[in-house]
T-cell receptor, first 117, second 111 residues
Framework: DGGITQSPKYLFRKEGQNVTLSCEQN?????MYWYRQDPGQGLRLIYY???????QKGDIAEGYSVSREKKESFPLTVTSAQKNPTAFYLC????????????????FGPGTRLTVL | AQSVTQLDSHVSVSEGTPVLLRCNYS??????LFWYVQHPNKGLQLLLK??????LVKGINGFEAEFKKSETSFHLTKPSAHMSDAAEYFCVTSGTYKYIFGTGTRLKVLA
């Protein structure tokens, strides 16, 4: 089965702790994305990567870091600098690096719910 | 710059009645447009996408959307709502290297 997996499903973080969310895809997609979702606010882009060993900041990158060492993996680290990390985190991937005129949709993982204790 | 606007944050319908979720877009060229559905605590699932091949697009679960260039709209419809349609729906377009999301419409289906 092709798809995107995220783990863990639920994650709890203590104050001052870094945590890493996993995202893996076996769709052979070039592009991968991380979004944060808060109640009533839709999806906000944290980071995206068009190709291995390259990534760009999205709209709310402060307090987060990523790596893209392998095509199929795009882990997100929520650092202690992120003051309000409680949210639902979604990972996605798509075929095309340049989405303009591509008509290629994103495929989403099931999400990770992060809660700060 | 590309953008999408979902005109209603909440929509309530009775089971068996039609559904209309509204989305307007802004684009300097022929856009790619998508509708996604999200059930609580789940990821997003693609319902349908506009690829310029046809203005009326049929998707999964009986949903369809019509691309109207003159009105810059891409509204999502379904003839008869089912309880399982209760969810949040997102209209999305693509920009350069990333996607642009609407703020979402929460659909409530009343028994």
């Amino acid at each position: 089965d092709g798809g995107i997996t995220q783990s863990p499903k639920y994650l709890f973080r203590k104050e001052g702790q870094n945590v890493t969310l996993s995202c893996e895809q076996n769709l052979n997609h070039d592009a991968m994305y991380w979004y944060r979702q808060d109640p009533g606010q839709g999806l906000r882009l944290i980071y995206y990567s068009q190709i291995v060993n390259d990534f760009q900041k999205g709209d709310i990158a402060e307090g987060y870091s990523v790596s893209r060492e392998k095509k199929e993996s795009f882990p997100l680290t929520v650092t202690s600098a992120q003051k309000n990390p409680t949210a639902f985190y979604l990972c996605a991937s798509s075929i095309a690096r340049d989405t303009t005129l591509s008509y290629n949709e994103q495929f989403f993982g099931p999400g990770t719910r992060l809660t700060v204790l | 710059a590309q953008s999408v606007t979902q005109l209603d944050s909440h929509v309530s319908v009775s089971e068996g009645t039609p559904v209309l979720l509204r989305c307007n877009y802004s684009s300097s060229y022929s856009p790619s447009l998508f509708w996604y559905v999200q059930h609580p605590n789940k990821g997003l699932q693609l319902l349908l996408k506009y690829t310029s091949a046809a203005t009326l697009v049929k998707g999964i679960n009986g949903f369809e959307a019509e691309f109207k260039k003159s009105e810059t709209s891409f509204h999502l419809t379904k003839p008869s709502a089912h309880m399982s349609d209760a969810a949040e729906y997102f209209c999305v377009t693509s920009g350069t290297y990333k996607y642009i999301f609407g703020t979402g419409t929460r659909l409530k289906v009343l028994a």
